[in-house]
Nanobody, 124 residues
Framework: QVQLVESGGGSVQAGGSLRLSCAASRGTYMWYRMGWFRQALGKEREGVAAIDITVGRIYAGSVKGRFTISQDNAKNTLYLQMNSLEPEDTAMYYC??????????????????WGQGTQVTVSS
């Protein structure tokens, strides 16, 4: 059973930074595709950033230039560095991994495994 465990969420003022981590119980296969999603209260889950072995790194327009996705294969860990945070970034953030046949990296259907989420709250 694959497990993904997120950490690093919290409360921060606008303009601040946080780094989210996602520890995976397995490596190798997981690294073909991994991503970060978020879901604000009353809204649908949306893709934030993703890494795919054939596509590379992609970012949602709302976070481009502020967020950076990276991975440490030796530690089986995925990161999301979030800078210049805005109140609109407030959401539960989820880590996802594992390729499916869905090719759109910001579709939740593109991932096989999900973490439980970590809350990020940005105050103005």
């Amino acid at each position: 059973q694959v497990q993904l465990v997120e950490s690093g969420g919290g409360s921060v003022q606008a303009g601040g930074s946080l780094r989210l981590s996602c520890a995976a119980s397995r490596g190798t296969y997981m690294w073909y595709r991994m991503g970060w999603f978020r879901q604000a209260l009353g809204k649908e889950r949306e893709g934030v950033a993703a890494i795919d072995i054939t596509v590379g790194r992609i970012y949602a327009g709302s976070v481009k230039g502020r967020f950076t996705i990276s991975q440490d294969n030796a530690k089986n860990t995925l990161y999301l560095q979030m800078n210049s945070l805005e109140p609109e970034d407030t959401a539960m953030y989820y880590c996802a991994a594992g390729r499916t046949t869905m090719s759109s990296l910001f579709s939740p259907l593109a991932y096989r495994y999900w973490g439980q989420g970590t809350q990020v709250t940005v105050s103005s």
